[in-house]
Structures are given as C-alpha cells and as structure tokens.
C-alpha cells in the first residue's frame, strides 16, 4: 500500500468515526512564529481537520509573547473543556523554552504525545509503525537502522522499533563514515531523519529487500527533498513530498480521537 493510499484509508476511518458523534471533536493550535515551514504544516492540519468535520481553532501570537504569557494561554486551554486536544507548533522563539511549554501541556490534551506522561507517542514514529503494520510487515527480528536521534522522531522511532521486536541501531552525526556504511548495509528497515538533503544516496550499498522511511525535508530552488535520493535500489522508499509528512498530519488527528474516545468513553 502506498502512503498516499494509506492515508486515504485511515482518513475515511477517522471521517466515519466524527460523522457518528454529536459533539465534534476540537484540536487547537497554538502558532508563536512566522517560520514558512510551520506555516504550510499549520495550514495541512487545519485542511486536514476541515475536511474530517474536526472542528479546529489557530490561536497566533506574536512571536515577542513572553514565556508567562504562552504558559498562561496553554493553561487556559488545558481548563477549557471545549477543548479536547491542542498542540503547541514547534519551534518557538528562542526566549522561550520548549521543554517548559511541552511539560505545561495537559498529558490528556497532549496531541503530540510530547509530555513524558502522555498516553499516545509522537505521530512521525506512531505514524510510520500503523503504516509498516498496515502494509504487513513482519518487523520481529529485522534489523532496523534509525538515522538521526532528535527527541521528536529518532528516541520515539527506535523505542517502538523495540517494543516491536526489531534490532535497533540508532546512529546519528557523530557515526563514522565507515560504521554508517556496516550498518545501511546491513539494514533491513531505514528510518532516516537528519534534514539533510540526499544523505542516502547511490555510494552506500543496500539489501535488495530493504525498506527506507525518509522523513527528511529540504527545501531548495528546484523544490522539497527527502534525506534519501530517489529511487534507490531498494524493495520500498518512500517518497519526498507526499510521502511521510502527510503520515504525520493524519496521526495527529488519530491522536485527537483517541483523546476524544478516552473522554467520553467510546
Ligand atoms: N514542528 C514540526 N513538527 C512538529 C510536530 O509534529 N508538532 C509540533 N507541535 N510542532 C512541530
């Protein structure tokens, strides 16, 4: 199944769900920048919930907000019972601490699965574990390569990798030249997202059978690119645009259901 295809699926899912229930789910959306790249993420989302019959709010602010001022309005919605979920869109300013608002967000509001005590994981990694499940693919016992080790998709990905019995290496920008060869080679599942364009490309050899996830995004003058090159000489990559990102719009919105759900009880 390709992601496009996957998407649509889990959409109509989630589509059926919100057409059967009176009180429509309700995300919000904090926005404190003016970064082009969080803009079009913002606007998917608000698309996306538009098109499930998700009710969704954008709450902007002006990126000089100082932090008390961001944790008061986090606070307000974590006590607005309107609200089922919100998320906060990364990055923020520099004066303000990301881990500080991300430790201020309700665990049972927390759409991101960012909050040590969240239920739900991100959605990049949670997003590419239902698709590899929804393409049936026996992850016990694969050795499964994760490039790159940020807190939002490298930690979270190699943590459900293992709860999914894979072999998990995590290697990162400090990994030799040599040793990122041994282990590509030697992979039977890639998850690479280091933001650098064309990272795996045809130098590095692969098993035939191999699956790359690229969650890379670059942008330059010819358009978005993924970490990996297209067309590699693999069994599965998948693309850049259209491919992963859309994975993690859909998640969040998996997300705010299960919060809904875990609400009412349903
Ligand atoms: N910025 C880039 N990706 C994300 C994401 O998944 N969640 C939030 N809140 N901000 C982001």
Redesign the pocket.
């Known amino acids: 199944m390709t992601i496009k295809e996957y998407v649509a699926l889990k959409k109509q899912e989630l589509k059926d769900f919100v057409s059967s229930v009176e009180v429509k789910p309700h995300l919000a959306i904090i926005q404190v920048n003016e970064d082009a790249g969080?803009n079009a993420?913002v606007k998917g989302k608000i698309k996306d919930s538009q098109e499930l019959g998700i009710t969704a709010d954008l709450l902007k602010f002006d990126t000089t907000i100082s932090q008390e001022d961001l944790l008061k309005e986090v606070e307000k919605l974590n006590n607005n019972p309107a609200i089922d979920g919100f998320?906060?869109?990364?990055p923020l300013p520099s004066h303000i601490d990301q881990e500080v608002i991300k430790l201020a967000i309700s665990p049972e509001k927390d759409v991101?699965g960012f909050h040590p005590l969240s239920k739900l994981n991100p959605?990049?990694p949670q997003g590419i574990i239902n698709y590899l499940h929804a393409n049936n693919i026996k992850l016990q016992g694969l050795n499964a390569l994760v490039i790159g080790r940020s807190n939002?998709v490298g930690k979270p990905m190699a943590k459900l990798l293992l709860a999914d019995n894979c072999n998990v290496t995590v290697v990162h920008s400090k990994t030799s030249k040599e040793d990122m060869a041994r282990y590509i080679a030697n992979a039977d599942i890639i998850v690479i997202a280091i933001g650098k364009m064309h990272f795996l490309n045809e130098s590095f050899k692969y098993k035939d059978t191999a699956i790359i996830i690229d969650v890379g995004i670059s942008r330059d003058e010819t358009g978005l690119h993924g970490d990996a090159v297209p067309n590699l000489p693999v069994a599965l990559q998948t693309p850049v645009p259209g491919g992963v990102g859309l994975v993690?719009r859909v998640t969040l919105l998996d997300n705010l259901l299960k919060i809904y759900k875990e609400k009412y009880k349903i």
């Open positions: 969080s993420y998320i906060v869109q990364m991101d959605c990049t939002i993690t």
